[in-house]
């Protein structure tokens, strides 16, 4: 089992920064890979980044490349999603996953994911 918690987000201006947070416990959370997710009212959820369990792989969706960066900090068991250049698109509520798995392997879709926080939302305004 996995227990997520995530933090940071809020209402910012386009062109403004955010940064996310995701605490992780549990008995198999350091040997999870990390992803985020997004889903906007009336649309499907969506992937926005992920981090090998290793925090060598990263991946991230076009719409974020060079906007936002992900990482993690295995010590204290948390994973961070730094958000730049926010666009009134990126206003969803975000989603922390975490997935036991082999070393880098770096799931990408919902579906791979069994565990999930509860949402976080993230607002820009134009």
């Known amino acids: 089992q996995v227990q997520l918690v995530e933090s940071g987000g809020g209402l910012v201006q386009a062109g403004g920064s955010l940064r996310l947070s995701c605490a992780a416990s549990?008995?198999?959370?350091?040997?999870?890979?990390m992803g985020w997710f997004r889903q906007a009212p009336g649309k499907e959820r969506e992937f926005v980044a992920a981090?090998?369990?290793?925090?060598?792989?990263?991946f991230l969706a076009d719409s974020v490349k060079g906007r936002f960066t992900i990482s993690r900090d295995n010590a204290k068991n948390t994973v961070a999603l730094q958000m730049n250049s926010l666009k009134p698109e990126d206003t969803a509520v975000y989603y922390c996953?975490?997935?036991?798995?082999?070393?880098?392997?770096?799931?990408?879709?919902?579906?791979?994911?069994?565990?999930w926080g509860q949402g976080t939302q993230v607002t820009v305004s134009s």
């Open positions: 549990g008995r198999t959370s350091s040997n999870s890979a």
């Open positions: 996953a975490a997935q036991p798995t082999t070393l880098g392997v770096v799931p990408n879709t919902p579906d791979e994911y069994d565990y």
């Open positions: 981090i090998s369990r290793g925090g060598d792989i990263t």
